[in-house]
């Protein structure tokens, strides 16, 4: 871990995780968080698709920038990352998404989600700023072990960004647990080894990972990876700060693109219910 560089831990970049988390815990709920990856299948749909989300009781959102080699995601996530590129898409255009989200919405947090490779050509201190500059409040990168991410955590913290460690059952402690300013914000637990959208874990699997997690770190726990129906979803909420849906939700979406404009009011009404089932059935497990 390289030496931590002087930062101030209060911008508005910050707070909004951390606020997230207090009026959820306020009201005795889990966060209930989505992905989607920006520019699929255009800038304005996605940038539409954003805001529904939010309409429809999402907590938190996750933006994958578009890359040709997501190595960490299963089929489903490879080809919206397809569709994105397709369409003009990048870490650029990522950027310029976010932005575009903020002039509406200044409190939902947004987590960047995607590789390394994009970040160390913009250049880390760049693509920090302009992260910042764009209403972004965290990074996932899952091809970046925290042992290697020195540089890049240095430029986060001197713009109040945060690194989102990933721990999988294969990882030890240290591997996910930093007391450099940079990583926090949560914990992302990932209770099966596997890309996103593959073999569900157990629910008792997924309580050993959140326990693992929360005796390890003092970070909110979040699980992802597997978690495909809203009865699932709702079982993990029980066990963790939070849950986070992406491949099961994209599927559906891209069943109903099929038929109609990913733009239109028909669209996006679909993309409600189908956020609103999944909101529906957490909420109400005890």
Known sequence: MSASIPCEQTTPETQRIAAMFRRLNDAQRPAFVTYTVAGDPSFEACLARLHQFVASGIDMIEIGHPFS????????????????????GNLERTLELCAAFRTQDTTTPLILMGYANPLAVMGYERFAARAAAAGVDGLIAGDFPLREAGPLLDALAHHGLYLIPMAAPTLAPKDFTSEHPAVGGFLYCIPVVGPTGGPSASINAIA???????????????????????????????????????????????????????????????????????????????
């Open 69 to 88: 080699d997501p190595i960490l995601d299963g089929a489903t996530i490879q080809q919206a990352n397809i569709r994105a590129l397709s369409a003009g």
């Open 208 to 286: 050993e990972g959140v326990a693992r997690c929360l005796a390890e770190s003092s970070l909110p726990v979040m699980v992802g990876f597997g978690v495909k129906t809203p009865a699932m979803a709702a079982d993990v909420g029980r066990v963790a700060d939070g849950v986070i849906v992406a491949t099961a939700l994209i599927d559906l979406f891209q069943q109903a693109a099929q038929d109609d404009d990913p733009a239109s009011p028909d669209f996006l009404n679909y993309v409600g219910q189908e956020i609103g089932r999944f909101r529906k059935v957490i909420d109400a497990a005890p």
